[in-house]
T-cell receptor, first 115, second 115 residues
Framework: EAGVTQFPSHSVIEKGQTVTLRCDPISGHDNLYWYRRVMGKEIKFLLHFVKESKQDESGMPNNRFLAERTGGTYSTLKVQPAELEDSGVYFC?????????????FGAGSRLTVL | AQSVAQPEDQVNVAEGNPLTVKCTYS??????LFWYVQYPNRGLQFLLK??????LVKGSYGFEAEFNKSQTSFHLKKPSALVSDSALYFCAVRVGSYNTDKLIFGTGTRLQVFP
């Protein structure tokens, strides 16, 4: 089966601009997660979708970040306007069920550089 | 607060020697623990997990990890390191309610295996 696909792999933008990251989960996976790793630090949870609904968005840093999952398939994460501290690698992951013991399948990540 | 610590930024080991990558955690209740690996330009790949049962867990690529409840540790081990094991390793613990797979990650440990 195809894995989790993320696009773009790398984006370089200037402070104040807008960027939209996309994630295509494994087909049939209802659970979709966004995580972020800022340089050298831990990978931090951003939010969790179950189908098209936001189950947990407690990790979203501020209202400059907007995540959507229309139709319960792919998801987008928009940063508007981008700030320098938003630079990092954004990972998407999916799973078929949220059982706690379930393994998340991660994408390769989208590296965002804000200049 | 719930957390995961990986005390070593980098671990260096000669090929053929045993390796250990350390991880300690702090959570309430029984932990679900995971190890993921990231190879260059790749996504996070699942290595192994501890849910319950035998404290010694075996995973992919010959890796294993030992769950130690009294020391709240989950160190990753391999009896004989390969150069191809060189990568970034992340320890993680699941937190949240029954219907979420939210993970808390450590900061990662870079493993360098020298020929």
């Amino acid at each position: 089966e195809a894995g989790v696909t993320q696009f773009p792999s790398h984006s370089v933008i200037e402070k104040g601009q807008t960027v939209t990251l996309r994630c295509d989960p494994i087909s049939g996976h209802d659970n979709l997660y966004w995580y972020r790793r800022v340089m050298g630090k831990e990978i931090k949870f951003l939010l969790h979708f179950v189908k098209e609904s936001k189950q947990d968005e407690s990790g979203m840093p501020n209202n400059r970040f907007l995540a959507e999952r229309t139709g319960g398939t792919y998801s987008t994460l928009k940063v508007q306007p981008a700030e320098l501290e938003d630079s990092g690698v954004y990972f998407c992951a999916s799973s078929g069920s949220a059982s706690g013991a379930n393994v998340l399948t991660f994408g390769a990540g989208s590296r965002l550089t804000v200049l | 607060a719930q957390s995961v610590a990986q005390p070593e930024d980098q671990v260096n080991v000669a090929e053929g020697n045993p390796l250990t990558v350390k991880c300690t955690y702090s959570v309430s209740g029984n932990p679900y623990l995971f190890w993921y690996v990231q190879y260059p330009n790749r996504g996070l790949q699942f290595l192994l997990k501890y849910i319950t049962g035998d404290n010694l867990v075996k995973g992919s690529y010959g890796f294993e990890a030992e769950f130690n409840k009294s020391q709240t540790s989950f160190h990753l081990k391999k009896p004989s390191a390969l150069v191809s094991d060189s990568a970034l390793y992340f320890c993680a613990v699941r937190v949240g309610s029954y219907n979420t797979d939210k993970l808390i990650f450590g900061t990662g440990t870079r493993l360098q295996v020298f020929p």
